[in-house]
């Protein structure tokens, strides 16, 4: 399928007043009573990650100064301006690429254009996306029209690198932070264009596109748009979870009941991981994917139950509740630590290679599971303290039962009792 093809839903989807703009109510907001006092400030800037609706609201701000009909602080989106400012053809409507027009002449050749009256607008609008892109020598030249903005222009400037823009010209801007959008917003607003196309969908699924679309509502309505054309128009969990290539969580449950469990054996442990290299996927994926569950793992034995802050649909946080309602919080960041320190090691060492990656997760592991299979310090303690106690109490006892009930819970031969190390 082509990149047209995906972004038919986030163009027919995209906000055209401010009202149908998902989140962002802050900027929403104060934009739309400058307007409607007359107080729209020469320049803005606009930060925030991708798709969450940077230029989107620069064109609404762009339609709603120059609109002849405003109505209720919105464009009309009917009358000559507006319509062509919609469709592109508004000649004092400019949108440019910095990333692509970046140059010191780019800039001068804007320059020039700015002292010019609107040909038919109010306002000439200049938004320039990606404006962090621009070379110094660049900045410097806007500065100066910052500086001295004739009556007639308004500057929007987007970017996803705040850091990246010089003081100068953010002392010149009034700055909005476009924030991700919550997961569960992006949800509900995926539900809701389904309900409108009359496309039949599965919650969970569209909890996983949302995931995937990571805060941005363009990249979450073209994985929309991929799964409604992979899944012939019913987008289930397991076709979604299969295309966008969703958490084997079976899989890494398995490995962090066995890493626990004293008594797994080495091919065992190692096998998820051959899987995984056997069915040609990335490893390093396969750790941050390890990670990222762990992660979720730990939220929910600490009582963190919302699924978009877990990063997990209900039913899968219900399986982690229910599978791990008796493991030891503590041992589970032991793995967390020691998986970290596996993708840690694995960029240092620049493994690009798959069959290394997967040597060193295969050592780790092992390393890993002996680590759990030693009592913790902490644990020991506890030991000695319960014995301490015995004594005091004279309650009879005997070293080798406690060993047998505390370490095994069966009989133990001396020679195979671990040895204490921290
Ligand atoms: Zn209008």
Redesign the pocket.
């Known amino acids: 399928m082509t990149e047209v093809a995906h972004l038919v839903l986030a163009r027919k989807y995209r906000p055209r007043v401010f009202k149908e703009v998902v989140e962002q109510g802050l900027a929403v907001t104060a934009l739309k009573n400058a307007a409607d006092h007359g107080r729209i400030g020469s320049a803005y800037l606009f930060s925030g990650a991708r798709g969450t609706g940077k230029t989107t609201i620069a064109r609404i701000l762009a ?1 709603r100064v120059n ?4 109505k209720d602080s919105e ?5 000559e ?2 319509v062509s400012i919609q469709n592109g053809s508004s000649l004092d409507v400019q949108e440019i690429d910095a990333a692509s027009n970046r140059s010191i002449d780019n800039i001068r050749d804007l320059r020039e254009n700015v002292k010019f009256q609107p040909m038919n607008a109010k306002r000439k609008v200049y938004i320039i996306d990606e404006v962090h892109m621009l070379t110094p020598e660049a900045f410097n030249a806007l500065l100066k029209t910052l500086e001295e903005p004739p009556e007639h222009v308004l500057f929007v400037l987007a970017t996803t690198e705040l850091n990246k823009i010089p003081e100068t010209i953010l002392s010149r801007c009034q700055t909005f932070a476009f924030r991700k959008v919550p997961l569960n917003i992006l949800q509900n607003h995926l539900k809701d264009i389904c309900n409108r196309e009359k496309i039949k969908a599965e919650d969970e699924a569209l909890f996983w596109i949302a995931r995937r679309g990571d805060g941005s509502v363009r990249d979450s309505l073209s994985f929309l748009e991929q799964s409604i054309t992979y899944t012939e128009g019913n987008v289930t969990t397991g076709k979604v979870k299969e295309l966008i290539g969703a958490l084997p969580l079976d899989l890494y449950l398995g490995l962090i009941q066995m890493l626990l469990d004293p008594k797994t054996k080495f091919p065992d442990l190692v096998e998820p991981v051959h899987r995984r290299f056997d069915e040609g996927a990335d490893l390093r994926r396969f750790i941050w994917d390890f990670l990222d569950l762990l992660r979720a793992l730990s939220h929910v034995l600490h009582g963190v139950e919302r699924p978009e802050f877990v990063g997990l649909p209900p039913t899968d946080i219900a399986r982690l509740k229910e599978a791990f309602a008796s493991a030891d919080p503590a041992r589970i960041q032991v793995i967390f630590d020691a998986v970290h320190n596996i993708m840690t090691r694995a960029q240092t060492l620049r493994l690009e290679n798959s069959y290394e990656t997967r040597v060193l997760i295969e050592m780790e592991l092992l390393r890993l599971h002996e680590k759990l299979g030693r009592p913790s310090l902490s644990f020991v303690l506890r030991r000695l303290d319960r014995l301490a106690n015995a004594i005091d109490q004279g309650i009879p006892f005997s070293t080798e039962d406690e060993i047998q009930k505390t370490f095994l819970g069966t009989m133990v031969d001396p020679s195979t009792v671990p040895v204490l190390e921290q």
Do not use: A, F, R, V
């Open positions: 339609k609109c002849l009909n405003p464009p009309c989106c009917e009358c301006s507006c």
